[in-house]
Structures are given as structure tokens and as C-alpha cells.
């Protein structure tokens, strides 16, 4: 079956990174564009960053560019989301999502504070 699964999310202090990584599996990952999503308590689910089935073609919301990196690595079926510079308001749980395939991931919670 279908599976997305969200690793990576930690308490990290503001400034600091993480790496967030999406492994997908029950479909041919490589012809699927992906995106990745945040919510944080209170707040509705939010675009974060797209990237297209070959990974050639990405964009991101205002709010995560120049700090953000979406990328994939088809060989190993995964996406991941590259996190500098990080902002207390980046606080949220992080999900991936298909939206040809209609499937999100269970999400992974990303803390930044001091």
C-alpha cells in the first residue's frame, strides 16, 4: 500500500537546521511530484515547498525562501526538505503529501526555541 513517512523533526534552537526526509514506498515514487506542508497548533495547514517528479522544478512559499531546500533522490524514494536558519515560527508539524495519489504522511513535529 501507499506510505509516506516523515522522519527527522527535533527541538533545534532559532537559528539552527534540520533535515526532514519523506520515504515513500507502494508506487513509482519517481513519476510523482511531492510537496511538503506544515501546521502549527492553532493554524491552518500550509504550502510549504514542491517539488516535480523529476525534482527539476521546485518553488516554495515567501515565508521559507533563501531558507528552505526541497530536493528527492528517486533512486532511494525519498524528498527531503533542507531547514536553515530556523525561525520560532517555523514551529509545526511537517507532512508530505501526493497530491496525484491523495496521500499525506503522518507528519513530523519540528520545535524551534530556546
Known amino acids: 500500500q501507499v506510505q509516506l513517512v516523515e522522519s527527522g523533526g527535533d527541538l533545534v534552537q532559532p537559528g539552527g537546521s534540520l533535515r526532514l526526509s519523506c520515504a515513500a514506498s507502494g508506487f513509482t515514487f519517481s513519476r510523482y511530484g511531492i510537496k511538503w506542508y506544515r501546521q502549527a497548533p492553532g493554524k491552518e495547514r500550509e504550502l510549504v515547498a514542491t517539488i516535480s517528479s523529476t525534482g527539476f522544478i521546485f518553488s516554495y512559499a515567501d515565508f521559507v525562501k533563501g531558507r528552505f531546500t526541497i530536493s528527492r533522490d528517486n533512486a532511494k524514494n525519498t524528498v527531503y526538505l533542507q531547514m536553515n536558519s530556523l525561525k520560532p515560527e517555523d514551529t509545526a508539524v511537517y507532512y508530505c503529501?501526493?497530491?496525484?495519489?491523495?496521500?499525506w504522511g503522518q507528519g513530523t513535529q519540528v520545535t524551534v526555541s530556546s
Open positions: 503529501h501526493s497530491p496525484s495519489l491523495g496521500y
